[in-house]
């Protein structure tokens, strides 16, 4: 269950274009990486320059390469800025499951734009890349986010204290999870 991808694959929605994110975005990714409440629980400060984003961008591509993962950068049809990702990390392929993760300009907030590139991820890592589970890993005081996994399915499972350390603090996470039996009977 590897991911693996022979061409970047492209997603389109009722009103988004998922595709790869190219050093062409690094302006678009740095205007909304940049702003403290889009980060706010990401588990990462604010970029602050355009080699921040372009070191995004690098990851995004070395998941990929590795096989570890996919990211895609949300556009709406007939525009080409990037005002967000959403994608697979940490793959366990012996397992078939990976985890799923997303952000998105705070212009666009409110407007369904992450539950839709939400949901066309989640399907798409079903259909394509034969997943059996996919989690989220959510900051408890991240209400939205817990409201997007429960909007498309995702199950609380549990708390894991201190699970990660980042910006200097131990964050707890909920543990969300959603199994491809549950996807398909939505």
């Known amino acids: 269950m590897k991911i693996e991808v ?27 990486l940049s702003d403290k409440d889009v980060m706010k629980h990401v588990g990462l400060d604010p970029f602050n320059t355009i080699e921040d984003a372009m070191s995004e ?51 666009y907030w409110g407007q369904g734009i992450a539950s839709e590139a939400f949901e066309a991820v989640i399907r798409y890592g079903f259909e394509h890349f034969n997943l059996q589970r996919i989690e989220a890993l959510i900051e408890p005081p991240n209400i939205a986010s817990q409201k997007l996994a429960e909007k498309n399915g995702f199950i609380r499972e549990g708390l894991l204290r201190n699970y990660e350390f980042t910006c200097g603090k131990f964050d707890d996470l909920y543990m969300y999870s959603l199994l491809k039996q549950d996807f398909d009977n939505c």
Do not use: M
């Open 6 to 32: 022979s061409a970047f694959p492209v997603i389109e929605t009722n009103r988004l274009i998922l595709r790869k994110v190219t050093k062409d975005d690094a302006g678009s990714v740095l205007k909304y």
């Open 57 to 107: 961008i690098l990851w995004y591509q070395s998941i990929v390469e590795k096989g570890t993962g996919i990211r895609w950068g949300i556009t709406l049809k007939g525009q080409g800025e990037v005002i967000g990702s959403c994608g697979f990390l940490n793959s366990v392929p012996q397992h078939y499951r990976t985890e799923i993760g997303t952000e998105l300009s705070k212009d």
